[in-house]
């Protein structure tokens, strides 16, 4: 696109009976990103998300610059007490329609993570800590509905996991974690991967949501629906028991992680990643599969590292927002993904901790600050500050 000078100010078309005004370039996202040839700085609307959105040709990515409303119509974490009957934690409490919902148990006996979204449905659910798929039978479930925010079940006996060790209730006695993301709503057909899939995106969040059925060879892709190319992703069999990968820029595309385990990042699996579709060397046979990818978006998310340097004040990380949630986990060094967020720990130390590879109940261990503009670690506990060791994170606002 050619750059051009205006020197006269009738070109603006400013009137003063304000009946007319300048105009950008207006395209889909579509057209947006089979653009080519970009010139830092450039200025577009964009008529799939009404936005207007600038080139940043250092980072080879389209930003906006008319962010609608803030982070807690993005991402927000609810806390609530069981009562023994359904309870629907409600859009005016969350702030926005969630699309996924994350829930733990944060005390009584141990309970899995469970995991629901919008483009599988409620009752379908996954468990982070554990291996085993969606169990789409069973009427054990906790998320019954996510109409006007979401439903929890209402027995107070009923386990959501049938199969595996730690079910645990979701309304009874107890207290729970929600953390609540919005992406696209309603999923759309995505064909740019040799696999179709369906997507439902959110391009302030820099999130999306991908559901696909068939193999996770490398010789197939599929699309992910951020018109960047993805720094984290995590994906799940729904129909075969088979570990949680994880993917993340800063380990690489030449090693994978498991969000069931604690163990470091290895080579046994592989990764491609484009600004259109993604692909894994897991598992030759069909299946059905779930995706949660991110991308970092300024004042909203950051997918990033830090090294460790073993000394209880930690390295500082700089985020540029607030973080409401942060999950860390070393690359290589050995230790649990470790989750915060400043509804649990609303003053530091953000001391509140829980696993997203452990049933464990919530625990207390001082591991960060939450600050203004970023976190900091505190410790020098190697799972989490080990010297001259990689830690990995998401954080949103």
């Given amino acids: 696109m050619a750059i051009t000078k205006i020197t006269t100010p009738e070109l603006f078309n400013l009137q003063s009976n304000n009946t007319e005004g300048t105009q950008l370039p207006v395209m889909t996202r579509a057209e947006r990103i089979a653009m080519t040839g970009m010139s830092n700085g450039e200025l577009i609307f964009n008529s799939t998300t009404d936005s207007v959105e600038y080139y940043d040709l250092g980072a080879t990515a389209w930003y906006k610059i008319d962010y609608k409303g803030d982070p807690l119509e993005n991402f927000n974490t609810v806390l609530y007490t069981g009562n023994g009957s359904a309870q629907t934690l409600n859009v005016s409490t969350i702030g926005f329609q969630p699309d996924l919902v994350w829930l733990k148990q944060r005390t009584g006996s141990l309970a899995n993570h469970l995991v629901a979204d919008t483009v599988r449905g409620p009752w379908k659910i996954i468990y982070p800590n554990i291996i085993y798929s969606s169990d789409r039978t069973s009427v054990d479930k906790a998320i019954t509905s996510f109409a006007d925010g979401f439903t929890v079940k209402d027995t107070t006996q009923g386990t959501y996991e049938c199969n595996g060790p730690n079910g645990g209730t979701y309304s009874g006695n107890g207290t729970y974690v929600a953390w609540c993301f919005k992406a696209g709503g309603a999923a759309v057909a995505n064909t740019n991967g040799s696999i179709n899939s369906q997507v439902s995106v959110n391009d302030t969040l820099g ?66 990643a484009s600004t259109d579709t993604f692909s894994i060397q897991d598992y030759s046979a069909s299946a059905d599969w779930i995706a949660y990818c991110f991308v970092s978006k300024p004042g909203f998310s950051k997918v990033g590292s830090y090294t460790g340097n073993g000394n209880s004040t930690g390295p500082v990380v700089p985020l540029g927002f607030p973080p409401a949630w942060v999950m860390i986990k070393g690359a290589n060094e050995a230790g649990d993904w470790m989750i915060f967020d400043n509804k649990r720990s609303p003053t530091n130390p953000a001391n509140k901790r829980i696993d997203a590879n452990t049933s464990d109940n919530e625990s207390t261990d001082a591991v960060m600050d939450l600050n203004s503009d970023g976190f900091q670690i505190k410790t020098a506990s190697a799972g989490k500050n080990a010297i001259n060791k990689t830690f990995i994170y998401l954080a949103l606002a």
């Fill in 207 to 272: 999130f999306s949501i991908v559901s696909y059925t068939g193999p996770a060879l490398i010789a197939n892709t599929v699309g992910h629906g951020l018109g960047q190319t993805p720094e984290m992703i995590i994906l799940k069999s729904t129909s075969v028991n088979r570990n949680w990968n994880v993917f993340h820029k800063d380990v690489g595309t030449s090693k994978n992680m498991h969000l069931n385990e604690a163990s470091i990042a290895d080579t046994s699996e592989y990764w491609t």
